[in-house]
């Protein structure tokens, strides 16, 4: 066993049971759906209400194009949005933050999930005005709609769309070449189940690792320090011997070391 991997399992030993799950790191793909690109399918834009566009500006927008709304006032900005479907993880809205944008509501899969403000004292282009969280990796509807609300300072209520980003992020994954003996889980807990050897790998991307795990069993005694009989022997062997959870963020780091070491 090389020192990284003692280092690691040292750490991770004196912790004992720490909170794990697998997180992305980064993006294996990406799609761009372009304000554009309307229609009602999969890595399509619907629009509600009157919008306007921009076209033909390389050097300002994704496309050279954009869409954009200016409702009269906060009832009629809730009369405005735009709606979305796409295939993956997670999702960012790429647009202007100005002085005349108002607040608009985000909903995935029917559900609320946040307000956004996209104002700002300046305008600035091509920004990531909200970014999802982690979702399941599956087909997604994205609802915008303004909220007739805007910051004190904004002077209107726009909206405006210049494209959409969305992701399928590349995940930590464990295995046991013998389950029956070691088992592993998603997020990375480890389980010894019977005496054996079993080979522990992680993957991330392109990068792998493995690591050898040897259980052994116990011997259980009486109060007087004696052999217990078959039957107290056999219910101690059929519990868990071990309990060691290999921390998957513990594990990243080892592959982004090794990718640094390579590059």
Request: glycine share 8%; charged share 20%; hydrophobic share 40%.
């Amino acid at each position: 066993m090389n020192k990284l991997w003692k280092c690691i399992l040292s750490f991770l030993m004196a912790a004992l049971l720490l909170p794990v799950s697998p997180q992305p790191i980064q993006a294996e793909t990406d799609t761009f759906i372009n304000d554009f690109d309307i229609g009602m399918g999969i890595d399509q834009v619907t629009y509600i209400g009157e919008w306007n566009t921009d076209q033909n500006y390389p050097d300002l927008f994704y496309g050279g194009d954009d869409h954009y709304c200016a409702p009269q006032d906060g009832e009629d900005a809730m009369n405005h949005g735009y709606s979305f479907t796409f295939s993956g993880d997670s999702f960012a809205i790429i647009g202007n933050r100005e002085p005349m944008a108002g607040k608009f509501d985000v909903y995935i899969d029917g559900e609320y999930a946040a307000t956004v403000d996209p104002y700002d004292s300046a305008k600035l282009r091509h920004q990531a005005i909200y970014t999802s969280p982690l979702l399941e990796n599956t087909a997604h509807e994205v609802q915008v709609v303004g909220n007739g609300e805007k910051h004190a300072q904004a002077s209107g209520y726009n909206m405006q769309l210049d494209v959409i980003e969305t992701y399928v992020h590349a995940q930590v994954r464990w295995t046991s070449s013998d389950p029956q003996i070691v088992s592993v889980s998603a997020a990375g807990e480890i389980k010894a189940l019977r005496a054996g050897t079993a080979m522990i790998s992680v993957s991330y991307g392109e990068y792998t690792d493995s690591i050898q795990v040897s259980v052994a069993t116990s011997v259980s005694t009486d109060d007087e320090g004696q052999k217990a009989d078959d039957a107290d022997t056999a219910a101690v062997s059929a519990r868990p011997l071990i309990m060691l959870l290999l921390s998957g963020s513990a594990i990243c780091l080892l592959l982004m070391w090794k990718k640094r070491r390579s590059s």
